[in-house]
């Protein structure tokens, strides 16, 4: 399984979003949570992945595990 962090331009919000993209096919949104379908609801051009993983476990989960 490939996968890779990226930034995918979003149409509706009219910005780039952070994502991670699996098997080159799918984007998981780091906005909503949404799966999305590379060539159907992003268009591959506007995927640009990071050249180095970025942890957002702080982000995610701060200073405690959820209960």
């Known amino acids: 399984m490939f996968v ?3 930034a995918f331009w ?7 979003l952070g994502g991670i993209m699996i098997d080159k096919k799918h984007i998981i949104c780091g906005e ?3 799966v999305l ?3 159907e609801d992003v268009q591959a ?3 640009k992945p990071y ?3 970025a942890d957002i476990s702080d982000s995610i ?4 595990l959820p209960q």
Do not use: I, L, P
Not at 61 to 64: A, C, P, Q
């Open 32 to 34: 909503c949570g949404g």
């Open 4 to 6: 890779e962090q990226v």
């Open 37 to 39: 379908t590379v060539g």
């Open 61 to 64: 989960m701060g200073d405690e």
């Open 45 to 47: 051009e506007n995927v």
């Open 10 to 16: 979003d149409e509706e919000a009219q910005k780039f």
């Open 51 to 53: 050249d180095d993983w």
